[in-house]
């Protein structure tokens, strides 16, 4: 009986352990890039974040980009958000605290026909996203998520200090 006690002692200790692993190496900035296709739009969104695990605060800027039946543009959209995260059991929740949405580019009139309802629709369905990102791999370089609603991976690769400062490493 000792033993049982002592095994399930340890599993919550190591769960944390990672966790608190994870949060090392998750802190710092991070190029994300993720593509999906639903009912013949490709929606391609390159990102950048930076996370500070130690008031797991986190801001990005992303572009999404619109792809209808894989060659005709659609439109993009930048958006800017602000705000915390939980991290727990190696899943992810975001929560946005601030939040900017603005159309970049719509060479066929979707986005600007309906703009300011879109962009309303989008930012609430991000203020309100509970979804948990479930890290499937983290290292010092490279960091993969998996959206536990579709099952769509996200690839992000750190972004080195220097670089992201504008210069570059001799």
């Not at 190696?90 to 600007?112: A, C, I, N």
Request: proline share 3%; with cysteine.
């Amino acid at each position: 009986m000792n033993k049982l006690t002592f095994i399930l002692f340890l599993i919550p200790l190591s769960l944390f352990a990672n966790d608190t692993e994870h949060l090392r190496l998750i802190d710092g900035q991070w190029q994300c890039y993720q593509e999906f296709v639903e009912e013949g739009m490709a929606t391609k969104i390159d990102s950048r974040y930076s996370y500070r695990s130690a008031d797991l605060t986190y801001t990005t800027d992303y572009v999404a980009k619109y792809i209808y039946q894989e060659d005709i543009p659609l439109g993009s959209i930048s958006v800017t958000d602000q705000g915390t995260f939980t991290y727990s059991a190696s899943k992810m929740r975001y929560k946005s605290k601030h939040l900017s949405l603005e159309v970049l580019t719509d060479p066929v009139g979707v986005l600007q026909n309906s703009e300011e309802d879109l962009l309303k629709e989008m930012k609430q369905e991000i203020a309100q996203d509970n979804t948990e990102y479930l890290t499937t791999f983290i290292n010092h370089l490279v960091w993969e998520t998996q959206d536990p609603t579709d099952g769509t991976t996200t690839h992000c690769v750190r972004i080195n200090e220097l670089e992201s400062k504008g210069t570059s490493s001799p």
